[in-house]
């Protein structure tokens, strides 16, 4: 069975996440989530999130507002983690993987899940599946 440290090995650096994140959520441009205004102050980083006020409407709000992650508590390397091996692996694998709880993982897997069908984003899976008990 890997370990951690066997698999933290490929888990990307919250860096790297983070930067993957910003330039797929970002990639028109930094805008406010409240008015949609591109008039943005950078007020810098906290906790690894870069956080942001709009000119227009005064709102504040980091790189997670609005989306499934807003309220994540681990680090987004692992999130990431997650949702590449999810397809191929089981809750409980990956969450042995990452030394989560099995419930943590799966309520990843229904977040983005969830998130996909409320924005009528067709989820694509391959011909396999794998069910948990």
Known sequence: MPTKNNIKRFVISENEALDIF???HWSSGIY???CGSFK???RGDRSNKRRYSCKECGTFFNDFTGTP???SRIPFGQVLWILTNIHNKSFKQVAEELQLNRKTVARYHKLIREHLLKNNIEPSFDD????DE
Not at 128 to 131: D, H, L, N, R
């Open 40 to 42: 943005i102050y950078n």
């Open 69 to 71: 992650f807003e309220k």
């Open 32 to 34: 406010c989530p409240i």
């Open 22 to 24: 910003r330039s797929v």
């Open 128 to 131: 396999k599946f794998e069910f």
